[in-house]
């Protein structure tokens, strides 16, 4: 399982989950190549570990438990995903 991050992202890409996820496995991070151009941030799958605590930190609500993600937004799943490819 892992968190992911949809949609009400885009545009706003504040980071202030970066600053919370206990194994900085969201990317691009604020001094990352690509932070200034990346529509949004995305979750690595392979390296979160499900603790939550960047769900309640995004201002915005774009962060979700995978199975939480609303229908809409399942998409983000794969988007988050390929970043990482
Ligand atoms: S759930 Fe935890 S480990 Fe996963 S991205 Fe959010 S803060 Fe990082
Ligand atoms: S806190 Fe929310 S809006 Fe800010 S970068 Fe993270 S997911 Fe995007």
């Known amino acids: ?37 990346a529509e949004q941030l995305y979750i690595n799958p392979d390296e979160c570990i499900d603790c939550g605590a960047c769900e309640p930190a995004c201002p915005v609500t774009a962060i979700f438990e995978e199975s939480a993600t609303p229908d809409e937004w399942k998409h983000f799943i794969k988007i988050n995903a390929d970043f990482f490819k």
Request: net charge negative; glycine share 6%.
């Open 1 to 37: 399982m892992t968190y992911v991050i949809t949609q009400p992202c885009i545009g706003v890409k504040d980071a202030s989950c970066v600053d919370v996820c206990p194994v900085d496995c969201i990317h691009p991070s604020q001094n990352e190549e690509g932070f200034d151009t």
